[in-house]
Structures are given as structure tokens and as C-alpha cells.
């Protein structure tokens, strides 16, 4: 069982839906928790992260985690061309010298 | 403005060949990473340094190498020994857990 599972999609919408992106992960050490965009050909940008569980806002996104579930989610109301994207989700378990564990990323594609 | 900087954007590798990929930030972080990307792979670690002159392998490390002897930069060779090198490589930087800034990317293919 890899540690950190994320649906690869191609998940594609109109302009305006609801989307929500998920991943489920196996290690309950994890305490950070990140989603990062990523466009075509370019390196990823963070876009949220939470620390433990609970709901984290931030304009048009939502980050949820729940740690019972071991799962996270992302929502993006109201949709636009512009998330058209690759959304990679992210865990750490805040120790000193780990690195990062990214899922594989779900690819959204958002028409107008 | 700081950032990393990561070249050539695209480089072109000869069978048996080694190939250093360049990796600078100018942020003032002391942890920095190598990710390999394939499609539908996601992003895999290969190697990671959390203070100068130290460095840790990462899940696939065999076939690279790399040195941390400034702060700001980290170099990754991708010797003749790595079979399948042809990727996207991104290069990142951290002050903490969770905050990593990407540069660009590498992409490299064989000729």
C-alpha cells in the first residue's frame, strides 16, 4: 500500500462547477498537509496547507483534513479556465531531516 | 526577487553519458530537494540536503548523485549508471516542514 493515494483523474468540469480532490494516505504520523497546483510544464506552487486536522479557507478553496479517515480533500467553488491544472497533495510528518510525500496528482480541466 | 532557479530548462543526454543539472536559490533555506517526475507517477524523491556538506537519499536514488558545498546551491548529476533518466526534475527549497518552493524544472531527455 503506497502512503499517500490520489485519484489521477483527468477529472474535466464547466466553468463554474464545484470540484473536490481527494487523497486518502496510510501513516498516521502525517501532521502537515499541503495541496500544490502545478501547470503545464512549470514547477508546482503551494496553494494551501493545514496543520492536523480540520478546515483551512482561503477565497474560492477549501482545504478539509480528517485524521480519523486519514483522508484530505480540496474544494474549488465556482470554477474557472484558470485552475485548469495538476493538483498534487502533500503530507509531512513535521519531523526534523523527512522530506515530503506527494501523491500523484489529479489533473482538472475546467471548460468554458 | 528570491526564488530558485533551476537550467538548462531543457537538456539532451547521449547514451552513457553523465549530465549535471543546476539547482540556485537565493532565499536563504537551509533544506533543498530533487523530485523526478513521470507521467502519472507524481513526484518521487531522489535525493535531499538539510544543511550544507550533508545530504540524504531519497525512495530512488540510484544513478544520481549530488553535492551541497554552498547553502544555495545543490547540483544533481545523472550518471550513466541511471537507465531510464529521461524526466522532468524539479528542484525545490524549505525553511520548515511543509513550505517548499519549486524552481522550474529540468527537462531531460535521451538522445
Known amino acids: 500500500q503506497k502512503e499517500v493515494e490520489q485519484d489521477p483523474g483527468p477529472l474535466s468540469v464547466p466553468e463554474g462547477a464545484i470540484v473536490s480532490l481527494n487523497c486518502t494516505y496510510s501513516?498516521?504520523?502525517?501532521?502537515?498537509f499541503m495541496w500544490y497546483r502545478q501547470y503545464s510544464r512549470k514547477g508546482p506552487e503551494l496553494l494551501m496547507y493545514?496543520?492536523?486536522?480540520g478546515n483551512k479557507e482561503d477565497g474560492r478553496f477549501t482545504a478539509q483534513v480528517d485524521k480519523s479517515s486519514k483522508y484530505i480533500s480540496l474544494f474549488i467553488r465556482d470554477s474557472q479556465p484558470s485552475d485548469s491544472a495538476t493538483y498534487l497533495c502533500?503530507?509531512?510528518?513535521?519531523?526534523?531531516?523527512?522530506?515530503?510525500?506527494f501523491g500523484k496528482g489529479t489533473t482538472l480541466s475546467v471548460s468554458s | 526577487d528570491g526564488g530558485i532557479t533551476q537550467s538548462p530548462k531543457y537538456l539532451f543526454r547521449k547514451e552513457g553519458q553523465n549530465v549535471t543539472l543546476s539547482c540556485e536559490q537565493n532565499l536563504n533555506h537551509d533544506a533543498m530537494y530533487w523530485y523526478r517526475q513521470d507521467p502519472g507517477q507524481g513526484l518521487r524523491l531522489i535525493y535531499y540536503?538539510?544543511?550544507?556538506?550533508?545530504?540524504q537519499k531519497g525512495d530512488i536514488a540510484e544513478g544520481y548523485s549530488v553535492s551541497r558545498e554552498k547553502k544555495e546551491s545543490f547540483p544533481l548529476t545523472v550518471t550513466s549508471a541511471q537507465k531510464n533518466p529521461t524526466a522532468f526534475y524539479l528542484c525545490?527549497?524549505?525553511?520548515?516542514?511543509?513550505?517548499?518552493?519549486f524552481g522550474s524544472g529540468t527537462r531531460l531527455t535521451v538522445v
Open positions: 540536503s538539510q544543511i550544507v556538506n550533508d545530504f
Open positions: 493545514t496543520y492536523s486536522s
Open positions: 502533500a503530507m509531512s510528518p513535521n519531523q526534523a531531516g523527512t522530506a515530503l510525500i
Open positions: 525545490a527549497s524549505s525553511v520548515n516542514s511543509y513550505g517548499y518552493t
Open positions: 501513516n498516521s504520523a502525517f501532521q502537515y
